[in-house]
């Protein structure tokens, strides 16, 4: 009788820890207002590369995806107070973030452009745009960017906090042009009804302090397991064609670059 009762509560036991010994849910940050990158269906569920690629990621790695909606410049925020594990919302590897958080390797990368009025000529922005207002995502590499180089050329540098609201001011011609990323600026805004009259203007901006060496995926500091793992998986999707899947998706380029 002992021995029965013995083996039912360790059989007990085990059946209770099991629930503890399994992979837990891999808690993403997003900002789902960045198309194609991430934006709401009209069903309201979360669609874009970002989202399929972290989908595609959590499947490599055998874990549940829990994703959690956050305003961009919440996000770094949120992960320190770990709202959640990692952030996967197009956030470019840049000096300055590495000093709060971690990054995986990149998982795309493409350059900074301004859009305004078709015909607008800039060949150099700093002289060129002097007196226009020029809008920015606020708390994203563009608006460090413009902030620093922008604002002391005597540019009147408007923040917000999504670039769809920066979109909308553009086409109510309540701003001249907006700086931010190229794909989101030809897909979310050039290629809509909303884009026409409007062209993408001047050079790249590419320059690594502020634009960094591409979107990677953030951890908190010295979570180095975390991110090994994540690159293991980003290495394993390139390799068995499910990034390449996701990319013809939305692009028709190497959205993941050199």
Not at 142 to 151: E, G, M, P, Q
Request: charged content about 25%; aromatic content about 10%.
């Amino acid at each position: 009788m002992k021995k029965l009762m013995l083996l039912g509560a360790m059989a007990l036991s085990a059946v209770v820890a099991m629930p503890a010994m399994a992979e837990k849910p891999l808690r993403i940050g997003i900002e789902a207002a960045y198309p194609p990158f991430a934006f709401k269906t009209p069903e309201g569920t979360i669609s874009g590369f970002d989202y399929d690629i972290g989908n595609a990621l959590c499947a490599e790695m055998k874990v549940e995806c829990k994703w959690v909606e956050q305003e961009f410049d919440g996000l770094i925020p949120a992960l320190k107070v770990r709202k959640f594990d990692a952030v996967l919302s197009s956030m470019s590897i840049t000096p300055e973030r590495l000093k709060s958080v971690d990054f995986t390797n990149k998982y795309y990368h493409t350059p900074a452009k301004l859009a305004m009025a078709e015909g607008a000529a800039v060949n150099d922005p700093a002289a060129d745009l002097k007196g226009k207002k020029i809008g920015v995502q606020r708390g994203s590499i563009y608006d460090r960017y413009a902030t620093d180089k922008f604002i002391p050329a005597g540019v009147e540098v408007v923040r917000y906090s999504t670039q769809n609201e920066i979109f909308l001011d553009m086409t109510a011609k309540r701003l001249d042009g907006t700086l931010a990323d190229s794909v989101n600026i030809d897909d979310g805004f050039l290629k809509t009804d909303a884009g026409k009259g409007f062209a993408f203007a001047g050079p790249d901006f590419t320059e690594v302090a502020y634009f960094g060496n591409g979107a990677g995926i953030a951890v908190r500091k010295g979570d180095a397991e975390l991110a090994g793992k994540i690159n293991k998986a980003i290495a394993a999707i390139r390799a068995n064609g499910k990034y390449q899947e996701v990319q013809n998706k939305y692009f028709n380029f190497n959205v993941y670059g050199e």
